[in-house]
């Protein structure tokens, strides 16, 4: 949800000073809200005395995380955006371009084009995990398995300011830096499970 949005009937005013901005108690510092995955029908106002909820399903494995999934697994495997055919004994008829163009054609999104080069591709089928699986509990897993933490560590945020003739401003700004260490990919192996098995070697760095 972001400034200027309609929800529960009410318009979102996430600029400073607004109903939804600072120095609200936990006003967002990033000007946005999360919306993904919420009933809007629920009522989440304290002290009304009534209460309106709903079964609460969480999406574990979603169809667009198949296509994603194997559009990186061919696309690295072969390194060709565009493959198609036999691939150690197994018939692959859709290409890695395909797959993404199917998850972007779900919401109208124009398709990648098919003579995309492979770093391009890459960033762009990386993005669209981003996008696509957020705050679904991939993205924490996908920078790891990528090795790209260090390139996360800067949060970025809003900061939106009215005026008297209610025009708003917009500044972006660091909200927050985070601490990064490359053996932050791996866990430790606990103390318990290197007692049990001598032949065990920690993880780098821990």
């Not at 699986?133 to 920078?143: K, M, P, V």
Request: zero cysteines; aromatic letters at 12%.
């Amino acid at each position: 949800l972001a400034n200027g949005m309609s929800f529960k009937n009410d318009i979102i005013e996430s600029f400073d000073g607004g109903r939804n901005g600072a120095p609200q108690d936990g006003a967002s510092p990033t000007s946005y809200y999360l919306r993904k995955l919420l009933q809007e029908d629920t009522n989440i106002d304290e002290g009304t005395g009534t209460i309106t909820s709903f079964g609460h399903i969480f999406p574990m494995f979603r169809y667009a995380e198949v296509y994603l999934n194997y559009a990186e697994a061919l696309f690295e495997a072969t390194g060709n955006p565009n493959f198609t055919g036999d691939w150690e004994g197994k018939r692959y008829d859709m290409s890695p371009v395909a797959a993404v163009n199917a998850v972007r054609a779900r919401s109208f999104m124009q398709g990648l084009d098919e003579n995309i080069d492979e770093t391009s591709f890459r960033t762009r089928l990386r993005n669209e995990r981003r996008v696509e699986l957020a705050f679904e509990n991939h993205r924490f897993w996908d920078i790891r398995r990528w090795k790209i933490g260090d390139q996360t560590v800067k949060i970025y945020g809003l900061r939106l300011s009215k005026d008297a003739n209610d025009v708003i401003t917009k500044e972006k700004y660091l909200v927050q830096e985070r601490v990064w260490d490359d053996k932050m990919n791996y866990y430790p192996i606990g103390n318990g499970e290197m007692n049990r098995n001598e032949n065990l070697i920690q993880n780098t760095d821990w």
